[in-house]
Each structure stands twice: as structure tokens, then as C-alpha cells.
């Protein structure tokens, strides 16, 4: 019988009519076993949580949080070692660039092998099929997942190149316990990056998950070795390695159990984490060689400090021209007491009470609203404003300073009244204009305190402060045309500035944001006079000397201690304290902290662009009184040209100290039209303080010549005249407690009164009751009751001042 006989012809005409009978049956389900393969594919191939990675500005490994999951899966890497790769490829599946996610040559040694085996040795998967397998979370090796692994590969050959197909194997292969892709495994078990494993550690990784059990102590770790070293000799056949290489990878060692990843940047980590979200690889801005040597100095402090019960430091270093930060210790993670002091509280972000750290903003705002130049005369005497009473650190005070050494010398008294003068709520505007988000309450609440820690700041909002002040400085070093632009004061960041970020120059403007290039450099100017700690004393004189214009401050109670400052290339920031809140006596700024910023600054590489360029163009010329620092009139005995910002032409005050006197021809004595002929007389300028100011004036410069006193034939027709004494203590409605002595008897108080005329006698009376008289120190004891009091002074002239006290007892 032949083919084309009758019978087998007629089965084939019987065939081709069922075809054609079911011809839209067949091709229906052509059409939907299509449709199936091209969309059999999911979207995405793995929903599963990744780990948030942390990298540095070079890529280098920082730290990462384990996945939600509980597993240690780095999200997928862009970048496979290439040894790794070729030790993956000869493993698991030799012809992977030359078919289409099916290999037929090893689906028939997979059956060679399991038929000589006598059982399941090998399962010919390809990486394509093994990739699906992980995608689908099935285990087991029934024939219907091999077939559907097998159609889900080809179709994945389609959408994938095979780098990309590689990458996802290499992430999301298992390494046994809780690790997951090559990254982490790489990390876990040797402790750094898949791109610098060696030949026996890629080799030791690329047979690791066809087994990822034996990695377990106590498992047959011996099984593991044997599989590693069969691959590195088939490396050898292969001419990969040479047989010297095999040799010494073979010699390296099966890892004992996993490592401990990196935490080198926890704080900030954790941080990215939540601001990020996340699943994230990270690269940031941050330095790991700073990064690790700020760590290192920072924890030589702690042993230090810790002796002190003083167990937290932050700190911060950033780039001026970029607002990048390189280096962020969020604090301290104690060696011998995991947690003990709140070690994982990140106090970079932290509020805590500012102390004076925001005395230069102030001088700043002040100096570019022309209200002040750098040697105006502020008061520096105790003061009581609405019951509240500053005190200057040291407990002293000078009468009058001019504004730029209250801020080197960080004086409290005149930077409260700068504040009275400026408004709490305008000051308060300006800050978060410079970032500080921390201010939450109104400037009602706030009060004068606001500039002597009575606020919480963030130690990275305020050096971001002080950090686009330098910025803006510098950029008019380069663009003297055009300095300004708009996002010149913003935070800092440790996201990396791209390459292609420049600025956008058509934004650029003459007119300053915020604060310009001349207030700021005065400033700055005053902060780098500051008497830096003893070991960098007389630093201006050394050739290698780097300047900094810093400040320090401390929060009342000494409970926590800043330091901060920048240059042209940097701005570091200090924090020092306790977490929970405690004091100490040595928690003071330039104590504690200011010695660990200088050392900072020591770490980092010198630069030529860390000066200051005086910004001619954004400074006017003005005549000031020498003294007083403000605008000159004719009355000034000596005037000076200073350098101010514009706004000073119009809003600098006139000098109010000087005042054209009538004194007699030997300037001994003073007249006045009443009792002198003007031929007797003549004109003098004298230097008129008002009494409390000139008293505290006179202790710290003995060569102040005070106004003459009043010829004694003058003072009976003497006309109305401001008076000339004042109250030191006490001040007006004081109530004050004199406890009761051993001897039964109250205490006394102690009554104090300054007078413009240096030998003027005063007469004290309590009560109407007559006291006596002073000369020269004009204190009086007085034994008071229970009660309301009335105290009266007079001088000789007359003129008289009283206050009004009440003596409280015990229990009141």
C-alpha cells in the first residue's frame, strides 16, 4: 500500500474536514494561547520589599536597614562583578547568551544525569527559567512548573536583554538564612562589595544557591567547598583562571557565619529612610573616608567626656558652594553600653535650646538695615525689661560696646537690647527665612529669651543658616555683577548636587535675597575674631593659619553645648550634651565643643577658597563718630570712614553721645547762660554718657573724661536738666526677701546709686528717714522691716531719684 492509496487518503480528507469543521475552535485557541504567551509576563517580576542601602558620594557602602520582610535584599544593582558573572555563567548555565531562555543540550543532560543518578540530580534549568522560578515563589520540580517556567523564559527572553535578565537573577537569587542577592550576600559573608570579591569568594557566591543550606553552621560545609573548587578547576579547563589562580582560591576559606553589615552613617540612614522612603539604594553626598574619620575623632572625645557624664555628640560638615553634607555623625554609639544614653536618637535633627548661637543673625539683619554699624555703641548694664533680667555670662559689664565685640565676646545684656530694638516677631520672620522650621511658638512666648536660647534649633537648619551666608559671600567673589540668586539660602542636602546643576545665572539679581555680600562679611568678620580655644591660640600669626568665622554657645542650665562655623569652602557645626537632658557644669560651647570643631577642621584639606574677599562694590563709604560707631555730626570729637551696607546712608543713627558744652576758660567747670557772660565762657565737646552707662564706662576705661560739674555760683539758677544719677540696684517695685541672721537680726540690704560727677556727695534717705552721705562709691546698707519702702536720693545740686521696694518675710 502506498501513501496515495485510498485509505490513508481517505483518513487525510477526514482530517483536514475536522480542521476545517473546527476551524474557528482552532483558531480561537491559536489566537488565545497567543494572547497567553504575550501577556503570560507580569509587569513587574518581584513585589517583594527591598532593603534601604546607603552608598557615598563615590558609591561606597555606608549601612542599610533590613527589608520589611525580615530579609537582607539589596534593590536590583546596576553593575555585576565580572567574576561573579563568569563563575555564575559556567555553574548554572554555560550557553545563556546563545538561546532563548530554553537550553534543549541541557534539558538532555539534565535527563542523562538523573537517568544515571537514579534519582533528581539536575533540573537543566536555565537562568531564565531559574529567574521565573523566583519570581513565582514555587518550589518543588513537578513537570507542569518546568513547563510553565520553560514558556515564561522564552517570553522573558523577549521583554529582557540579557544583562538585564542577569541583574534580576544575581538580586533576588537566594544565599541562604535571610540573605538575598549578590550585593547583600557579598556583604554578609565577606564584608564588602560584589565588585571586589575574589575568584574563590565569587566562586564560593555562584554555587551558593543551587544550595543555600550549607552555608548554615553545622550543615556539610564540606559540600560547599567541593562544588566551589570543581567550578574553579573547570575555570582552569576553561582558560579563565590559570592553575596558580585555582590554586590559591581554593586555599581561601568557606565563611564562618554571617557578618554584621556596616553601620557607618546609621543616623543618617535611618533619616533617608524615612524622609524616602523605603527600598531605596541611595547614593549620597557624604565623604566615607570623612565620614569615618569624623566617627573616629568624635568617639576619642566621648571616652573623654563620658568621665564627665557627658555621653552625646553630633556633628556636621558641608560644602559651602554646594550645600552638600560630607560628613553626619548623628551621635555617638556607645562601645560598652549599647542604648544606655540614647545613642540611637539622631540630635543633628534634634530641637534643642539654642543658647547664643543666634546672636549673629541678629548683628547680620541689623548691620543690612543700616540700624547699626560694627562699632556702634550698644548698653552693656543689668537691665530689668518686664521683669525679665539678663545677666552677662561673666557676670561683668562694660557700659557700652560697640556692636562687633558683643558678638566676639558673645554678650548677652547688648544683644537682648539689639533684639528690644529689632522686634522678637520680625527676628523670628527672618529665621526661617534662613531654614529654621524649629521656631514653632509666637514671638509673644518667645520674648527677648529668643536670642539667648530661649528657642529650640536643629543644629543642621542653623548651620545651614551660617552656611548660605558664606555662600552668598563667595558668590560675589565670582559674579560681583550679578551676586544673587534666589535659592542662595536653602538647607543643606545629602543628596548629590549633579554635574549638570548649575546655577541659573538669568535669575541672578544685584538686589540680595536676604542678607548681602557687605553685612555678611562684617559679620564674619567680627565671628573670626573670636579667642579660639588655647590650643589654637595666636593662630593668625602661623603661615599655615586657616580662619573660620565660628561661634559657640550654651543653653541655660548647661545643657547642651554648640559649636559652629564656616569659611569659604566649609561649614562645620558642633553639638555636644546629653540626649535625655541633663546638665553639667562643663557643658559650655567653647569649653567642650569648640575644641572638637577646630579638630574637625584639621581633617579636612586646606583650599585657597576658604577667605573672605572684602565685597567693595556692596559697601558705601560713611562718616561715624569715633567713639560711638554712628552717623558723625559736628559735634563728634573724632570721626572714622567705615565701609557699611548701603541702607546705613539713610537708617544709621546720629551720634547721641556727644553734646556741645559752655565750660569756663579752664574747662574745669561748666556754665550756663544764667550765671556766665559769654566772654567768660567757651564751647567744648564732651562725651555725655547717661549715668548707669558711664559708671560701669568708667571701671573699664580710666582715661574717660567725664563732663565738667556746675561752677558753685552757677547751681542756684541751674535750668531743668536731665538727671544725672541713676539706680544699680534696686530696681523700681523690687521685691526682695532678707532672711533672719543668727543673731535674730534681718539682713541687710545693700543700695547702690551712680552719679555722672565722680565727686559729687549724695545724700540717701528711707522713708523720709536720713541716712547719710556718700563721696566717690556711692553704696548704702540699710536695715529695713517688713513692708513697702520709699528710697531717696539727692545730690548737692538737688536733683534727686527714688525707687519704690517692698521686704518680704518668710513664707510670703
Request: hydrophobic share 40%.
Amino acid at each position: 500500500m502506498t501513501f496515495f492509496s485510498p485509505y490513508p487518503m481517505k483518513i487525510f480528507r477526514a482530517f483536514g474536514r475536522f480542521l476545517y469543521r473546527w476551524r474557528y475552535l482552532w483558531l480561537l485557541s491559536f489566537s488565545a494561547a497567543l494572547l497567553f504567551y504575550i501577556f503570560c509576563l507580569p509587569k513587574t517580576l518581584f513585589k517583594d520589599p527591598y532593603s534601604f542601602v546607603l552608598l557615598d558620594r563615590k558609591g561606597q557602602f555606608l549601612g542599610a536597614r533590613i527589608a520589611q520582610d525580615g530579609q537582607w535584599r539589596f534593590p536590583p544593582t546596576d553593575s555585576l562583578s565580572p567574576k561573579y558573572v563568569r563563575c555564575l555563567l559556567e555553574f548554572e548555565d554555560r550557553r545563556f547568551y546563545s538561546h532563548w531562555g530554553i537550553d534543549i543540550y541541557g534539558f538532555g543532560r539534565a535527563i542523562r544525569d538523573n537517568w544515571q543518578a537514579g534519582k533528581v540530580v539536575s533540573g537543566g534549568s536555565t537562568i531564565s527559567m531559574q529567574l521565573m522560578r523566583l519570581s513565582r515563589k514555587r518550589k518543588g520540580r513537578a513537570f507542569s512548573q518546568k513547563i510553565m517556567e520553560s514558556i515564561l523564559a522564552s517570553r522573558l527572553e523577549w521583554s529582557y536583554s540579557k544583562d538585564e535578565i542577569l541583574k534580576l537573577y544575581a538580586s533576588h537569587a537566594p544565599f541562604g538564612g535571610n540573605v538575598v542577592g549578590i550585593e547583600a550576600a557579598a556583604w554578609r559573608y565577606f564584608g564588602k562589595s560584589a565588585q571586589e570579591l575574589s575568584w574563590g569568594e565569587a566562586a564560593t557566591l555562584a554555587v551558593l544557591p543551587n544550595s543555600p543550606a550549607l552555608i548554615h553552621p553545622g550543615r556539610n560545609r564540606l559540600a560547599l567547598k567541593n562544588k566551589r573548587d570543581r567550578l574553579l578547576q573547570t575555570l582552569v579547563k576553561r582558560e579563565v583562571l590559570d592553575s596558580l589562580e585555582a590554586s590559591l582560591a581554593q586555599k581561601e576559606p568557606i565563611p564562618e557565619a554571617p557578618l554584621p553589615l556596616p553601620q557607618e552613617a546609621p543616623h543618617l540612614l535611618e533619616r533617608a529612610r524615612q524622609e524616602l522612603g523605603d527600598g531605596l539604594q541611595l547614593q549620597s553626598s557624604v565623604d566615607r573616608l570623612l565620614q569615618l574619620q569624623l566617627s573616629a575623632l568624635l568617639q576619642r572625645y566621648h571616652r573623654d567626656y563620658r568621665q564627665q557624664e557627658i555621653y552625646n555628640i553630633a556633628a556636621l560638615v558641608a560644602d559651602i558652594e554646594t550645600g552638600e553634607i560630607l560628613a553626619y555623625v548623628g551621635n555617638i554609639q556607645d562601645e560598652d553600653q549599647s542604648d544606655a544614653h540614647a545613642d540611637d536618637v539622631d540630635l543633628i535633627r534634634a530641637e534643642r535650646s539654642t543658647g547664643s548661637i543666634l546672636k549673629p543673625f541678629l548683628y547680620a539683619f541689623m548691620l543690612e538695615e543700616g540700624l547699626l554699624s560694627p562699632k556702634s555703641w550698644q548698653s552693656d548694664v543689668p537691665i530689668s525689661i518686664k521683669g525679665y533680667r539678663p545677666t552677662n555670662y561673666s557676670g561683668q559689664y562694660m557700659g557700652l560696646v560697640p556692636a562687633g565685640q558683643a558678638i566676639e565676646r558673645s554678650l548677652n545684656i547688648p544683644l537682648v537690647l539689639m533684639l528690644q530694638e529689632y522686634g522678637v516677631a520680625k527676628f523670628k520672620q527672618r529665621l526661617r527665612s534662613l531654614g529654621m522650621s524649629s521656631l514653632h511658638r509666637s514671638p509673644q512666648d518667645y520674648g527677648l529669651s529668643l536670642i539667648l536660647g530661649g528657642a529650640e534649633g536643629r543644629l543642621d537648619e542653623m548651620l545651614g543658616g551660617f552656611a548660605s551666608m558664606a555662600r552668598t559671600l563667595k558668590a560675589y567673589e565670582e559674579r560681583p555683577y550679578c551676586p544673587y540668586l534666589p535659592d542662595q539660602f536653602r538647607p543643606l542636602s545629602y543628596l548629590p548636587k549633579g554635574a549638570n546643576e548649575q546655577p541659573a545665572l538669568e535669575n541672578c539679581s544685584a538686589q540680595p535675597q536676604l542678607l548681602s555680600a557687605g553685612a555678611i562679611y562684617h559679620c564674619f568678620q567680627n565671628m573670626q575674631r573670636l579667642e579660639r580655644p588655647a590650643s589654637e591660640g595666636a593662630w593668625e600669626y602661623f603661615e599655615s593659619a586657616r580662619p573660620l568665622a565660628w561661634k559657640t554657645g550654651t543653653s541655660f542650665g548647661f545643657r547642651d553645648a554648640w559649636a559652629m562655623g564656616v569659611n569659604g569652602k566649609y561649614a562645620l557645626g558642633v553639638w555636644v550634651g546629653n540626649a535625655a537632658g541633663e546638665g553639667r557644669p562643663e557643658l559650655v560651647g567653647v569649653q567642650t565643643a569648640a575644641p572638637i570643631l577646630f579638630d574637625i577642621l584639621d581633617l579636612l584639606p586646606a583650599d585657597e577658597a576658604e577667605t573672605f574677599v572684602l565685597p567693595k562694590t556692596e559697601l558705601q563709604p560713611l562718616m561715624v563718630c569715633a567713639h560711638s560707631g554712628y552717623r558723625a555730626k559736628e559735634n563728634c570729637i573724632k570721626k572714622e570712614r567705615l565701609l557699611l551696607p548701603p541702607s546705613a546712608q539713610s537708617q544709621l543713627p546720629t551720634c547721641p553721645y556727644h553734646q556741645q558744652l559752655v565750660v569756663d576758660s579752664t574747662e574745669q567747670y561748666r556754665l550756663h547762660a544764667n550765671c556766665a557772660p559769654l566772654a567768660e565762657s567757651k564751647q567744648k565737646s564732651y562725651l555725655m554718657l547717661p549715668p548707669l552707662e558711664a559708671h560701669y564706662y568708667r571701671l573699664r576705661q580710666p582715661l574717660y573724661e567725664p563732663p565738667p560739674a556746675y561752677r558753685p555760683d552757677c547751681l542756684a539758677d541751674l535750668p531743668e536738666a536731665p538727671s544725672r544719677m541713676q539706680f544699680i540696684y534696686p530696681k523700681q517695685d523690687l521685691k526682695v526677701f532678707l532672711p533672719i541672721d543668727y543673731d535674730g537680726q534681718r539682713s541687710k540690704l545693700v543700695l547702690k546709686v551712680t552719679h555722672q560727677d565722680n565727686k559729687a556727695k549724695l545724700h540717701w534717705h528711707l522713708d523720709q528717714l536720713y541716712l547719710g552721705s556718700t563721696e566717690n562709691f556711692h553704696e548704702m546698707e540699710v536695715q529695713a522691716a517688713k513692708g513697702q519702702h520709699t528710697i531717696v536720693v539727692m545730690d548737692e545740686l538737688g536733683q534727686s531719684i527714688k525707687r519704690n521696694i517692698e521686704i518680704l518675710s518668710e513664707g510670703d
